[in-house]
């Protein structure tokens, strides 16, 4: 047998247990901001090469050793492809890093730090207590009530063109809170993080917040920190809504409808967002898409699943199922009325300057409402391909 030059492990490299609420010991292996999950064979290579540094060393002891500490057979021959082909190239220093995309999120750009939001999210973190957020949450449904009923019973008022452009703000405002909540979450049960930022999903810009510490995290926290986003924008609407029933502004309104939407649209686990990883976290799955597309092919070829995989594949459904109803009931009611109002704007005889304007900015929405459903459209074909194309990798 050759022997084989083992690469030297990246100084950078954390393994830690990964807690996923199955029988079988799992890690969390993280370099550059990204982490994979790994098995107990994987993690014990890993350790290896740490200790065995970069010098020439027989693969044959090392096979022996990682078999004792598995207490199963692991052959040269696969550690030996694990080296070569299985594990990511940038967690060694022998080999070059891997220049490919981080994901479907682009062109990052980070807007604010780790270092200077910590202060806030010190005092943030205190909202996540069981008390406090069973509290937070009943008064933002009783708020969210209340304006609903005022709606029902008075209507929504007319918008002007600085309605639109104050709701815009707002909501903008509320998606900031949403990537505060992510941290905040992750910052009180030390996990570590970063910043805040903004980048391109596919085409379609995103705000994010670094919170790669999670993944060390226990199964429940890393839940609460998937959560925390949209538990803020709640906290956030809540507020919003209690100032509309102080002063039913139209802006404020149109803030609470859209960051709703967003919310929404954020907790379904069809596209990898905030929903996707909560499911994940709950059920003690790693890779989600992956494990529903497997119970659904096993279903087309007349293969019952078992229990576990059939719960799963039935909440995905109906969670699916749901959100595809309320995002094209949304989407298609705001395309109706923004083209209904445009051509309104247009077909009209007034020609002043404040026609024009408003006019224009109808436009303006119109064009967003269009674009946003555009590229809704080509993230559910990407995530149903992934769900319905992904193949089981077979793991060392």
């Known amino acids: 047998m050759n022997t084989v030059a083992i690469p030297h492990l990246r100084d950078e490299v954390v393994v830690r247990p990964f807690d996923d609420g199955g029988d079988r ?11 994979f999950v790994v ?5 014990a290579v890993l350790d290896e090469v740490r200790h065995a540094g970069a010098d020439a060393d027989a693969i044959e002891s090392m096979a022996l050793r990682v078999s004792q500490r598995v207490g199963a057979t692991i052959t ?5 492809l694990l080296l070569r082909e299985r594990l990511p190239r940038n967690l060694f220093e022998a080999l070059p890093e891997s220049t490919s995309a981080d994901g479907p999120l682009m062109f990052r750009r980070l807007l604010l730090g780790g270092a200077r939001l910590r202060p806030l999210l010190a005092v943030a973190g205190h909202l996540f207590g069981r008390s406090q957020a069973l509290a937070l949450i009943t008064l933002f449904v009783s708020l969210d009530l209340l304006v609903a009923r005022q709606v029902w019973m008075y209507g929504t008022g007319s918008f002007n063109g600085m309605d639109y452009v104050l709701g815009l703000t707002l909501t903008l405002t509320g998606i900031l809170t949403h990537e505060l909540g992510h941290l ?17 999903y596919w085409f379609i810009p995103a705000f994010y917040a670094e919170v790669h510490g999670a993944w060390t ?34 802006a404020l309104l149109s803030a609470i409808v859209w960051s709703q939407f967003l919310m929404l649209h954020t907790l379904n686990p069809v596209l990898k967002f905030d929903g996707y990883w909560l499911l994940s976290d709950l059920a003690g799955i790693h890779n989600l898409h992956r494990r529903v597309g497997d119970a659904a092919r096993n279903l087309l070829h007349g293969v019952r699943p078992a229990r576990a995989e059939w719960s799963l594949l039935a909440a995905f459904a109906a969670i699916a199922t749901a959100y595809f109803i309320y995002l094209l009931a949304m ?66």
């Open 25 to 35: 010991p799992r890690f969390v292996v993280a370099i550059d901001g990204n982490h």
């Open 39 to 43: 098995t107990h064979t994987v993690a």
């Open 76 to 80: 040269s021959a696969q550690i030996y």
């Open 184 to 200: 905040a979450a992750c910052h009180k049960f030390g996990g570590e993080h970063g910043g805040i930022g903004i980048g391109l």
């Open 217 to 250: 995290l226990p199964r429940r926290q890393r839940a609460a920190v998937d959560v925390g986003g949209v538990y803020f924008q709640c906290l956030f609407v809540g507020a919003l809504a209690a100032l509309y029933l102080a002063t039913p502004q139209p």
């Open 331 to 396: 989407l298609g009611h705001n395309l109706g009325l923004s083209t209904a109002g445009f051509l309104l704007a247009f077909s009209a005889h007034d020609h002043s300057a404040s026609a024009v304007l408003i006019g224009f900015a109808r436009g303006c929405w119109l064009a967003a409402l269009c674009v946003m459903a555009i590229g809704v459209a080509v993230l559910l074909a990407q995530a149903a391909g992934a769900v319905l194309k992904e193949k089981i990798s077979n793991e060392p």
